[in-house]
């Protein structure tokens, strides 16, 4: 079983749409959660950490769920330029052992 | 935000070549930078960590003789390619903590931009 597990996608949505991506997690010990947004061949960035009580940022919220090893990602009122894969991280320790799910590809057409 | 760069951008290179591959934290000290690699359609595995002063950590199925990793300074690490082969040919990530602290009391990891390798 892989250590984070994603949505395979790939998910096509249209504009203003809201979508949901889900990530389960193995590792009990797991402490930090986030969500990294990755564009083709670039880097990943952090989009937003993923906190116990849930957290937004503008169109987007992330839950944790820390008893069923769960964290989503919600995106409301899709933008053509949130077309990206998403990548779901956990770590173990101080951010230092940092494990990705193989990421879920949103296209968001107009 | 901090700054991680990574030289090259991209690189071609023969079978057989060995090829370096340098990360940089610009404006940060770094004890500990981590090499990542990712293949087409797939996500970022972690192959080591790179500790100041220090010898790396590969992960599991890793092989540092072929990968060499030399962190040299708090703001320099480098990841070497021996003998490389057409199947080394991915993209190359590093990443550093500012260890500044978060909003949970832990290092924020930044991503340098990325080497795309091609063996051919």
């Known amino acids: 079983r892989k250590e984070v597990e994603q949505d395979p996608g790939p998910f096509n949505v249209p504009e203003g749409a809201t979508v949901a991506f889900n990530c389960t997690y193995s590792?009990?010990?797991?402490?930090?959660f986030f969500w990294y947004r990755q564009d083709c061949r670039k880097e990943p960035k952090l989009l937003m950490s993923?906190?116990?009580s849930g957290n937004e940022d503008g169109r987007f919220t992330a839950q944790l769920n820390r008893a069923s090893q769960y964290i989503s990602l919600l995106i409301r009122d899709s933008k053509l330029s949130d077309s990206a894969t998403y990548l779901c991280?956990?770590?173990?320790?101080?951010?230092?052992?940092?494990?990705f799910g193989a990421g879920t590809r949103l296209t968001v057409k107009p | 935000g901090a700054v991680v760069s990574q030289h090259p951008s991209w690189v071609i290179c023969k079978s057989g070549t060995s090829v370096k591959i340098e990360c940089r934290s610009l404006?940060?000290?770094?004890?500990?930078m981590f090499w990542y690699r990712q293949f087409p359609k797939q996500s970022l595995m972690l192959m080591a960590t790179?500790?100041?002063?220090?010898?790396?950590?590969?992960e599991q199925g890793v092989e540092k003789d072929k990968f060499l990793i030399n962190h040299a300074s708090l703001t320099l690490s480098t990841l070497t390619v021996t003998s490389a082969h057409p199947e080394d040919s991915s993209f190359y990530i590093c990443?550093?903590?500012?260890?500044?602290?978060?909003?949970?009391?832990?290092?924020?990891?930044?991503f340098g931009p990325g080497t795309r390798l091609t063996v051919l």
């Open positions: 990443s550093a903590g500012d260890q500044a602290g978060g909003p949970l009391g832990t290092d924020t990891q930044y």
């Open positions: 590792n009990s010990a797991s402490q930090s």
């Open positions: 993923v906190y116990s």
């Open positions: 991280v956990v770590t173990s320790y101080n951010n230092n052992d940092m494990r």
């Open positions: 404006d940060f000290q770094a004890t500990t």
């Open positions: 790179s500790n100041e002063g220090s010898k790396a950590t590969y």
